[in-house]
Each structure stands twice: as structure tokens, then as C-alpha cells.
């Protein structure tokens, strides 16, 4: 926290508190992806079949590839707090690269999947959708707001990682005071619980 | 206030949570090509569920914080599962 | 904590203290809770008086059938720009921004909220809310669906609904920040030996609030998101010709509205519990019912969502499972009244404003909750549904719950926000004319509404213009009574009576320990809780 001369005798740390502070917000985050989950399980009951070569038509690869690298980058980031509670600043500094470069990886990757299919005319509002049936027109729909804010929660974390890495260069996160990096860390696996749902739901379905 | 030291989890302890994950992306990939009908989404979300349950406990450190997050965690999921549940009694049986 | 660190400085109170800016930067940059509570204060008179205002219009226009002083699009847009004030701006943050803010981390024996930052930041996020909303009136005119949004007008209709849409969105995030300031404040911050039953009610309602802003509001947030999303891009989700159902619309936006009821009746429960107390000189009864009552309203309010809808075309079991658990979530809310009676049975009343207000606020509670059960009740829904027994019904609530127990808890911690007393004479009156004109204003809507009177029109049929004329009448009654009040009040915040007496009601709580008015950081010791709350002997 920043010493503020004003304020000098109202500052209180309180990691614990801070914690839970992040929790309520990733508590108010799973609501928030919880409507949408509730938004696609009501069309997919109401057309099943639509949803099903919907999902044929979304590429496993990408979304495999994608799947597997945010796992990495939660257990590298679990381990970068491990290595800052042993003091190991070097090591932290390292895993939080690897982090954020599998994020903009992610992001890369998304890029591409949602060029190709913008490419081929496939996005809301577009007449190639339009001439589909309303469950196709549903399920992207559904893909592209669901993915697109995932990937938003993406590049929050990415602005996240990097405030971070600086405050461990500069020693403000150290081994006895790091619960931004614990939050932070509790941020991503957040968004890495979401896509572990989001990954099934659009890719794995036939 | 709990002054109580920190859990600090392993290299190894990461690694074998990664690696159940991974293993389970695969299984869940597999299964994919199986013919079970309508067991088809149950399977993938009890697959998802675990994979989310395996995060929450280790990765973001429930097994080891104040009981306090994992009671309130629990709850959070009850509700919406309720939420869901109540909203199918109108498009169940509309 | 020895006394050698404490310094002159700490003797000032918060409104005259001097931090690192002045002036009006002092306050509008200022982490204190106080001055943040006090921000809101400001801010919601100022459009209080806005929405109001809009909202004597509407009834001057319907004194009598046919055009009188606005045409139907007018009307349109004022019901609408008046629900989403009232609404998002005034009754949702209401009693936790301003009273919670100030009372807060007094009665429970805190410095400060746990995130000060955070907690002026949820003020900024507010003012550019409410800014954006009213942005409208420059960019395109004023939307004119109502504070719903129901979809799918709210994205086929011609006029101007982003940035109400966007508004309403932002407003969302103010208030789940200072639902998690709350939860975590209570968590962390209880004076030494306050345990979770030695906590007074009104934190406890709060608590109950802040765990609903926490849970519902993302809800609402990204319902409107998509609702923008289907205006801008046609994403087909609420959209029946692109295979939506607008039934879901009206399913999401209810799974946070409802529970927003309770946002804004809970914590006025919560200054009624303290204020019945202190003024009947008893033992609140029944403690523990009360704050069990409150996780209860709490917890059921969610599953109950589906009462708005019973003319929507859902399902007949929807209907019944909803109907059957409206009924449920009326049980915790007698049980909180029945409470308040027996506190004050064979009490030592002193009957002053803020009593007024807080007797006031069970007899209009009860009209609104009883006519709230009528409207729960399924066959008789369908016949008053989207009539003007809905608008007197949730005027009795919102405006008769949230609005009385704001004024009851204005009137009681007057002398502690601002180290004055009001003119007790004025209040009285303003009390007396502003609860006459509301019993005019509301009650003859009842009667319109089961005649088949429908709301949100700007005109009606001969057969309803005496109901009509009374509720007008009461209408400017009731306004005239509002503005004694609130000008009492003004005037005597800054000019009435000084008083530094700590607790002029002889309340039990820690918020009369304090000086008055508090210091920047409220105390020099932080106190020790050893007995229950409202230990009258």
C-alpha cells in the first residue's frame, strides 16, 4: 500500500481481509459467467441438434491447444507464489514471464480462430449467419459473447501480471508481503476455471 | 486476527495437480468420440467438475486457507445450481 | 495504544478536519467514511429532488383524462428516467452508501471501512453512472421503456436506451464494491469482543445487503451488457426473430431485481431494529429471530423472482413453485414485525421524530406487504397485474419502506452526522404532512388498480378520474411535506442548534460513544464490547 502522509495512521494490513475481498469479487465474477452458462443451457435444451453441429464446427485442435496451455500457465503461477514465499525472487519473476506469455498466446491463438470464422462470414449480425437457423444463429451468438468476454478477463489479467512483475522488480512484493500476487493468482485461476467449463460446452459437443 | 504461518505448497504438489488436470483434459477429449447419447454433456461436466474442484482446492488454495472460503465457495455454487434448477421448472415444462 | 501518539489534530471532528487537499477536494477526494456516507447524502437529495419532481409531473398529468400538460412520449420517458433514478440511483444504494458508510465502522468499533479507496471509488463509479444516464438528454433523447429494459423493446424501440442501458451497468459496480468493502469490514473489523450475536442489527442487516449486492448485481450487469450487445450487433439473444426467448430476459433481469428489493428494504429493517429500542427504553425482542430473519429474507428472496412474470407465458409448475415460495419469503418479514410490537409492549415510549418515522414505516410495511401477498397469489395476479395496484403496492415498499426508514434514520443520527439538532417542531409537522399526503397519494391506487386501471399510461378511461384526482392531490400533499422536511434539515445543518452531547437518544450502541461529531478517525481507543447490544435495565 502506498504511504500516503494523510493517511499514515489509517493504514492497516490486513492480508487476510484482502483476501477475502478477492474472493467476493470472483464470487460476483462466477455469477456473472453463471447467467451466461444459464443463457446457453436454456437454448441448447430448447435446440439441441443446432448446438450439436455448432460445436462440429468449432476446431478441437484450437481449443485443446488452448485448454492445455491455461492449465500451464495456473500451475506456473500457483508455483511463482511458492517460489516468492521462499524468497526466491528470480524464479517468481520467470514463472510470471511464462504466465503472461501463454496468456498472449491464448489471445493469439483466440486471433486467429475468430478471424478465420469472421472471414467466412460467421459473426452476429452477419447475413451467412442469418440465413441459418435460429439455434445456429444462438450458438454463436453464445460463443462469441461468452469466449469474447473470457478473453476481456484475459487481458485484464495480462494488465495484472504485468503491475505485478513490476512491484516484484521494485521489492514492494516481497516474501512477507505478497498477497497482490496472491490475488492476482486467485484472479487467474478464475479465469482459467471459467474456460474449463467453456472448453466442453462449445468444443467437446457432437 | 491469525498470525498462523502460511501453507507453502511444493514444486512436486503443483506438478501432480497440473498432471491430473492434463489427464483429464485428455480423458475428456476421448470420451468425445464415445457414443452415449444423452450421457454425452453429464460426462463432460462431472469431467469439468472435477477439473474445476481440483483447481479450487489446490491451485487457489482452499484445502489450506480459513475454512471460511471453501463454506462460502460451496454456497456460492449451491445457489446458482439452485438458480438453474428453478429456472428449468418454467422452460421443463413450458 | 499509549496516549503520547495522540495529537491535537485527532480532536478535530471530520467535517472540519484538514487533510493534504482543501476545500471541495477535501471532501470529494476524502477517504473518509464519513465524508463518503455524507457524498452520497448530497447526491442523492440533489436527485432525489430530480426524481421526485418527474414523478409530480406524472400525477399532475394524470389529475385528469386526456392530454393535460405532457403527451404520451413525454410521459413515457418520465416514468421511465423517474423508475431508473429512483431505482439505481436513490432506493438500491440508499441506507448501506450513506448510513452504512457513516454508521458502519462506528457501531461496530472500526477507523474505517476495510478498502477506503475502494469505498471512494465506488462514489466516483456512482457520479459517472449517474452522469451517463443523464447523458441521454444530449446524445439522442430519453429512453422511454421503463426502468425494466423488457426485452424486446428496450432494443427495437427508436429512442435513445444505451446510455441508460450503460449507465445502469456502471451504477452496478458501485454498488458490488461496496458490497465487498461491507462483507469485509464486518469480517475483519469488529471491536475487540463484539462476536458475530454481540453485533447491533443494523451491521447485520447491512451484512445480509452486502452479501445480495455481492451475489445479484453481476447479474444485472451482464444482463444489460447483452441487452447492448443485441441493440448494437443483433446477437440474436433475447431476440424472438433470431430465435431468443424475451421471456429470459425477463427471467435474468428478475434474478437480480427481486433480490434488489431486499437490497433496499433490508438495511431500513435494519434503523427500524435500532431506533424501536432506544425509544421504547427495552431490550430489543428477540435478537437473534431478528438477525436469523434477515439471512433468511435474504437467502429465499432469490428463488422468488418468477412473481413478476405470472403473465408471461411461463410454465403452470413456474408458477406454482413461485407463487409457493413468494408466500415463503413473507414469513421472516412478520416475523421481524411481530418483534418490533413486542419491543415496544409495556416500553417507556419517548415519542420523538425519529419514532414517528419508524411507527410510520410498520404500518406502511404491512400495507405494502399484505398487498404484496395479494399480488403473490396467483389467480388474483392476473387481474391486478401491470395495474396501479402494482405501483401502490411497491410504493408502499420502496418509497414506504426504504424512503421512511431513510428519514427515520436521518432524523436519528442528525445530531451525530453534523454536531447539530434540527428544529423538532419543523420535523413533527413535515413528518405529519408528508404522511398524510403519502396515505393520499398511494392508497387510492389500489382501488384504481383493482377497477383495471393500468399503470404506465398517460391517460385512462372517465370512470377512473375521482381515484385519480385524490391521488394527485396527495401527490402535491406529500411533496409539500417532503420539502419541510428536507429544507428543515438543510437549514439545520448548517445553522441549527449546536450540540456536542454524545447520545441525545440514550442509545446502547458504539456509535453514541463517540464524539459528536466523530473525529477523522472515530476513536482514540478502539473500544471493548463485553454486553449484547440494547441492554436496557
Redesign the interface.
Known sequence: MEK????T??V?R?D??D???M???I??????F??????Y???R???PVAFQLGGEELD?FIG?FN??IL??S??T???S??AI??GNKKQALMLLGVTLFIAVVFLVNKYFEWGAKIEYGFY??SEAL?EL???T??FF??Y??MSGIHAIHILIGIGLFIYVVRQIQTEKIHSTDYIWLENT??YW?LV??IW??L???FY??? | MSEEKHHISSYTSHFLVLGALLLLTAVSVAVTSLEMGKYDTLVAMLIAGTKAAIVLTWFMHLRFDNKIYAIFTVAVIVLFLLVLYITFFDYSYR | MSASTATASEHVSFLEYKGKYKGILGWILSTDHKRVGLLYLYTMLVFFSLAATLGLLMKLQLIAPGYTIMGPQTYNAMFTVHGIIMIFVIVVPGLPAVFGNFFLPLMIGAKDVAFPKLNLASWWIYIIGILVVLSSQFVGGWPDTGWTFYAPYSFRTPANVLPALFGAFILGFSSILTGINFVVTIHRMRAPGMTWFKMPLFPWTLYATAWIQVLATPVIGITLLLTVMERVWGIGIFDPNLGGDPILYQHLFWIYSHPAVYIMILPGLGVISEIIPVFSRKRIYGYKAIVLSSLAIAFVGYFVWGHHMFTSGMSGRALFAFSFLTFLVAIPSAIKVFNWVATMYKGSLNLQTPFYWAVSFIFVFMVGGFSGLTLGSLAANVHIHDTHFVVAHFHFIVFGGTGFSFMAALHYWFSKMFGRMYDRGWANTGWVVFFAGFLTLYLPMFGLGMQGMPRRYYDYLPEFHAGNIISSLGAILMIAGAAIVIVNLVRSARHGEKTSEKNPWGGKTLEWETDTPPTFENWEDIPSVEERPYEYK
Open positions: 500516503n502522509t494523510e493517511h495512521t489509517h492497516h490486513d487476510e481481509g483476501k477475502l475481498g474472493w467476493l469479487f464470487f460476483t465474477e462466477l455469477l456473472l453463471g447467467m451466461l452458462f444459464l443463457i443451457a436454456v437454448y435444451f430448447r435446440n478441437v485443446t485448454t492445455v492449465l500451464i495456473s500451475a503461477v500457483a508455483m507464489i511458492t514465499q521462499r452476429p449480425g442469418m437457423g435460429h439455434g444463429i444462438l451468438g453464445l462469441y459473447v493468482g486467485l485461476h482459467d476455471l474449463i467449463f472448453f466442453p460446452l467437446l459437443i457432437h
